[in-house]
């Protein structure tokens, strides 16, 4: 009898637990406002567990919701123009994550990133941003839901491969359509333009005419590596939106 009372306890205490994490969890909500399919891509920075299965498709007006434990810290981005076989095994015209559908790396570059780092507890900050350092495939925005504090707006608007020079630009092989916009650091790999060797601090870090293009368009996204200030955002206790082409664009 003991035994079985004991094993019961266990139980209910293993249940409690679980239900007070799903309690605590922070919800994220995928959507894909662009006018064509996009498979988001997820990753931890933490090891605190995978989101989404790593990555799955999403389907023009449609959205997901995936939770995350507390301290979680990890990424979301959209691959687009991507064919996966039955094995989910295949590739994608921009944020490819190792020719698989279920993403075990980051995406490469150029691409837009959505960045969180969630805080222990309810009553203390999240952090989050959206950023261009690793240029940019598709608009995104985040949106706080339900938090306290500044909980800014943070994302890219505006169609930068529209806008994007000659010498960034990433196009379709057949089409030659801009399908994403480099960065200046992956375009030049130049210490000026990625903040490396004798320009690795903010303050040998500056600006530069590419970084400034990004900011003038999307101001509250992160430019280059050193773009803290107006870039970094903060919310306690919110869920979050996270919105593919916000405008219905793309």
């Avoid at 981005?77 to 559908?101: E, H, I, P, S």
């Avoid at 909980?151 to 505006?158: E, I, L």
């Avoid at 020079?165 to 057949?174: K, N, Q, Y």
């Avoid at 790999?189 to 900011?215: H, I, M, R, W």
Wanted: aromatic letters at 10%; charged letters at 10%.
């Amino acid at each position: 009898m003991a035994t079985k009372i004991s094993s019961c306890c266990c139980y209910l205490l293993l249940l409690l637990f679980s239900l007070g994490n799903f309690s605590n969890a922070t919800v994220f909500t995928l959507q894909n406002h662009c006018s064509y399919m996009i498979w988001p891509g997820t990753l931890s920075g933490n090891g605190a567990g995978t989101l989404g299965d790593g990555g799955f498709a999403l389907p023009p007006g449609s959205s997901i919701q995936l939770q995350a434990p507390p301290t979680w810290s990890g990424r979301f981005w959209a691959r687009t123009g991507c064919t996966f076989d039955d094995l989910g095994n295949g590739k994608c015209d921009t944020g490819d994550c190792g020719g698989a559908l279920k993403c075990t790396g980051g995406g490469a570059p150029p691409v837009s990133l959505a960045e969180f780092t969630i805080a222990p507890s309810s009553n203390e900050k999240d952090f989050y941003d959206v950023s261009l350092v690793d240029g940019y495939n598709v608009g995104l925005g985040v949106k706080a839901l339900g938090g306290s504090g500044d909980c800014q707006y943070a994302g890219c608007v505006a169609d930068l491969n529209g806008n994007c020079p000659p010498e960034l630009r990433v196009t379709d092989s057949v089409s030659g359509s801009v399908v994403a916009c480099k960065s200046a650091c992956a375009a030049f790999n130049a210490p000026e333009f990625c903040c490396t060797g004798d320009q690795s601090t903010p303050q040998t870090c500056s600006p530069t005419q590419y970084s400034a293009l990004f900011k003038n368009a999307c101001p509250s996204a992160y430019s280059y590596a050193y773009d803290d200030a107006s870039s970094t955002c903060t919310c306690s206790g919110s869920d979050y939106m996270i919105t593919f082409c916000p405008t219905g664009s793309g």
